[in-house]
């Protein structure tokens, strides 16, 4: 069974650093390759790509988070982290680790992505 489970979201001020983790099970059994991303959706908006990083630690980053988020992940791929820097009123949002398996380049569409996590929160006050 392939379960994605977030944590280390909260609460910050504008310009302060979040440590998003994903833990990641079932996935490595199943596949020799593996996709990851981060996703967020704010409310009234659609979820949004904003990191991904394939099978062979290519990463790709939304425009808006470039320079200021990073997305990594440890050698036996069962964690998924993005430290968020420099923190935005506009990054607050739902925050989800997706996976999907097979992959060899990952994309930033939804629909790319077939595991997913609850999420946690960010919120970034002014």
């Known amino acids: 069974q392939v379960q994605l489970v977030e944590s280390g979201g909260g609460s910050v001020q504008a310009g302060g650093s979040l440590r998003l983790s994903c833990s990641v099970s079932?996935?490595?059994?199943?596949?020799?390759?593996?996709?990851m991303g981060w996703f967020r959706q704010a409310p009234g908006k659609e979820r949004e790509g904003i990191a991904t990083?394939?099978?062979?630690?290519?990463?790709n980053y939304r425009d808006s988070v470039k320079g200021r988020f990073t997305i990594s992940q440890d050698n036996a791929k069962n964690t998924l982290l993005l430290q968020m820097n420099s923190l935005k009123p506009d990054d607050s949002a739902m925050y989800y680790c997706?996976?999907?398996?097979?992959?060899?380049?990952?994309?930033?569409?939804?629909?790319?992505?077939?595991?997913w996590g609850q999420g946690t929160q960010v919120t970034v006050s002014s």
């Open positions: 079932g996935l490595t059994e199943m596949y020799s390759s593996i996709c």
């Open positions: 990083i394939d099978s062979d630690g290519r990463t």
């Open positions: 997706a996976a999907v398996g097979g992959c060899l380049v990952a994309t930033m569409r939804r629909t790319g992505f077939d595991w």
